[in-house]
């Protein structure tokens, strides 16, 4: 996949960007296993240097289907690379291109560029149509001489003079419903524990609560 982009900005600098991405995805399900896993490497220019960023993702799962409410154990995790060549033309941050709208929670606080993350989880199902889902989630900045970026690759917050890189973590419940083939109802609440590195740099980061509600019908 490539894209061409002439306003592209990142922590240092913006211009003319052009970047190919290629990937793999590999999963399946072996017993009571589950796994999905992805790489991605990116290549290409800006401005007047080259693109050389890359990104792993995996989501494991074990389902204890002998057991009541036949709880699923999981662990969601993924990094996205960074900028390191802080005062030199080259580029290595990682973009998304064009992801989901809840790439990490359904808030979109923050996206997968210069990121590092950890996610075990909890699901429980109430039958087939209903689930609850418990998860607890950290966040690090994967450079120093980088910073966070939003969902659409825009920069949030800028690399500051601290080395921290701990963001935070959150803590999210959702629930899911599938009231017929055609709806499905959901209930989401997750609050983010600001960290070190957003307390460190202005303006000084908060905590978050986020709840959303929402029923879909497809046809």
């Known amino acids: 996949m490539g894209i061409h982009n002439k306003t592209a900005t990142y922590a240092n600098e913006s211009g003319k960007e052009s970047r190919q991405t290629i990937g793999t995805r590999l999963w399946g399900v072996r017993g009571a296993w589950d796994s999905n896993t992805e790489f991605v490497g990116q290549t290409g220019t800006f401005v007047d240097g080259y693109i050389l960023a890359w990104s792993a993702a995996t989501d494991t799962g074990y389902t204890l289907e002998p057991v009541p409410l036949q709880p699923r154990i999981g662990l969601r995790a993924g990094v996205a690379s960074g900028g390191h060549d802080k005062h030199g033309p080259n580029l290595q941050t990682f973009s998304p291109l064009f992801p989901t709208g809840f790439y990490f929670n359904q808030a ?82 997750l609050h983010f524990f600001v960290g070190s590195y957003l307390k460190d740099t202005l303006p000084v980061g908060k905590d978050v609560d986020f709840v959303t509600t929402s029923i879909q019908y497809l046809f």
């Open 108 to 189: 979109i606080l923050n996206g997968p560029l210069n990121e590092m993350g950890v996610h075990p989880n909890l699901t429980l199902h109430m039958g087939k149509s209903i689930a609850l889902n418990g998860e607890w989630g950290w966040f690090w900045r994967q450079s120093t001489s980088d910073g966070i970026y939003g969902l659409g690759s825009n920069l949030l917050r800028p690399v500051g003079t601290t080395k921290d890189t701990y963001e935070g973590s959150q803590a999210q419940v959702t629930f899911d419903w599938q009231l017929d083939a055609h709806a499905h109802f959901q209930i989401n609440y």
